[in-house]
């Protein structure tokens, strides 16, 4: 990298406030040097935003649902600013184009009810049937035997499901890393999960080459990813998101210190007018690692 990171305390996991605390997970090719001027600021880079899409949640949101490409690019325009990337209204010359993905997390529980879970109720029904079979015909061992062993079966399939709805949630999230770094003995783990495991808001930008978008049909190179999320209980998404933003934005471009918490406390933004909003407006696939380039 041409430049340091800004400076940041790795994930806190006993900080105060929880629900004001913003993730933030940001990672840059290699090859991607951003010239400095003497100040230290950065030199001007162009881009153009495209939409990716608002995925929505497992349920109506009224501060999130409501929001619209223009109204979440006029934030997110504010926060690359902030970094000297500049909108651009040349596609001959424009450095980046920027996909813009927003949405909520879907847990296990939206998918399948704990109260409602196969196993549950055939454990329920395995309790109903009487528990002394001492000299009990085959039959009446086998009533018994039965739902047991399908209850068994049903939870090892219900647990399967819900680690793949964890495991893309951390994906889009920007958890991947950190879990698979960290020790499952490690306490950290656990609050990990925890994060995971809630309904969470989130943006993620991932910015590609434009030129070679623009020119060539072969899937263009990630330049740079930022995902930043904060959990939906308790937060107002229209609110928090202008704040979550401007913390996001210290690592536009860079490499985070794995994955970060800041509190939204120490963010302030105003927003103001955007003038250039970008090209395009299509809804693409989900913002995992798997992501394309339009």
């Given at each position: 990298?041409?430049c340091?990171?800004?400076?940041?305390?790795?994930?806190?996991?006993?900080?105060?406030?929880?629900?004001?605390?913003?993730?933030?997970?940001?990672?840059?090719?290699?090859?991607?040097?951003?010239?400095?001027?003497?100040?230290?600021?950065?030199?001007?880079?162009?881009?153009?935003?495209?939409?990716?899409?608002?995925?929505?949640?497992?349920?109506?949101?009224?501060t999130?649902?409501?929001?619209?490409?223009?109204?979440?690019?006029?934030?997110?325009?504010?926060?690359?600013?902030?970094?000297?990337?500049?909108?651009?209204?040349?596609?001959?010359?424009?450095?980046?184009?920027?996909?813009?993905?927003?949405?909520?997390?879907?847990?296990?529980?939206d998918?399948?009810?704990?109260?409602?879970?196969?196993?549950?109720?055939?454990?329920?029904?395995?309790?109903?049937?009487?528990?002394?079979?001492?000299?009990?015909?085959?039959v009446?061992?086998?009533?018994?035997?039965?739902?047991?062993?399908?209850?068994?079966?049903?939870?090892?399939?219900?647990a399967?499901?819900?680690?793949?709805?964890?495991?893309?949630?951390?994906?889009?999230?920007?958890?991947?890393?950190?879990?698979?770094?960290t020790?499952?003995?490690?306490?950290?783990?656990?609050?990990?999960?925890?994060?995971?495991?809630?309904?969470?808001?989130?943006?993620?930008?991932?910015?590609?080459d434009?030129?070679v978008?623009?020119?060539?049909?072969?899937?263009?190179?990630?330049?740079?990813e930022?995902?930043?999320?904060?959990?939906?209980?308790?937060n107002?998404?229209?609110?928090?998101?202008?704040?979550?933003?401007?913390?996001?934005?210290?690592?536009?471009?860079?490499?985070?210190?794995?994955?970060?918490?800041?509190?939204?406390?120490?963010?302030?933004?105003?927003?103001?007018?955007?003038?250039?909003?970008?090209?395009?407006?299509?809804?693409?696939?989900p913002?995992?690692?798997?992501?394309?380039?339009?």
């Amino acid at each position: 990298m041409g430049c340091s990171a800004p400076t940041a305390t790795r994930t806190s996991f006993s900080a105060p406030g929880g629900s004001e605390i913003t993730a933030v997970y940001s990672r840059a090719s290699k090859d991607y040097v951003r010239d400095q001027n003497p100040d230290g600021s950065f030199e001007p880079e162009t881009y153009v935003l495209k939409n990716g899409g608002n995925f929505g949640g497992p349920r109506y949101d009224p501060t999130q649902d409501k929001l619209s490409f223009e109204d979440v690019s006029r934030v997110i325009a504010k926060a690359l600013a902030a970094q000297n990337y500049v909108p651009s209204e040349d596609p001959a010359t424009t450095d980046l184009v920027i996909l813009v993905y927003w949405g909520a997390t879907i847990v296990p529980d939206d998918v399948n009810p704990v109260n409602q879970r196969t196993s549950g109720a055939l454990m329920e029904q395995a309790d109903r049937t009487p528990g002394n079979l001492a000299g009990a015909n085959p039959v009446d061992i086998a009533a018994k035997e039965r739902p047991l062993t399908q209850a068994a079966d049903s939870a090892h399939s219900e647990a399967s499901i819900d680690a793949l709805v964890n495991a893309r949630s951390a994906n889009i999230l920007g958890y991947t890393a950190e879990i698979l770094g960290t020790s499952q003995r490690d306490p950290k783990m656990n609050t990990l999960r925890d994060e995971v495991e809630q309904n969470r808001y989130y943006v993620v930008l991932l910015a590609y080459d434009y030129q070679v978008a623009r020119e060539s049909r072969r899937q263009p190179k990630l330049i740079w990813e930022t995902r930043f999320s904060i959990p939906e209980r308790h937060n107002d998404f229209e609110k928090a998101f202008p704040m979550m933003a401007a913390i996001a934005a210290r690592y536009f471009g860079q490499d985070s210190p794995g994955l970060i918490h800041h509190n939204l406390g120490e963010a302030h933004v105003e927003v103001g007018e955007l003038k250039v909003l970008g090209v395009g407006s299509e809804k693409n696939e989900p913002p995992d690692k798997g992501s394309k380039a339009p």
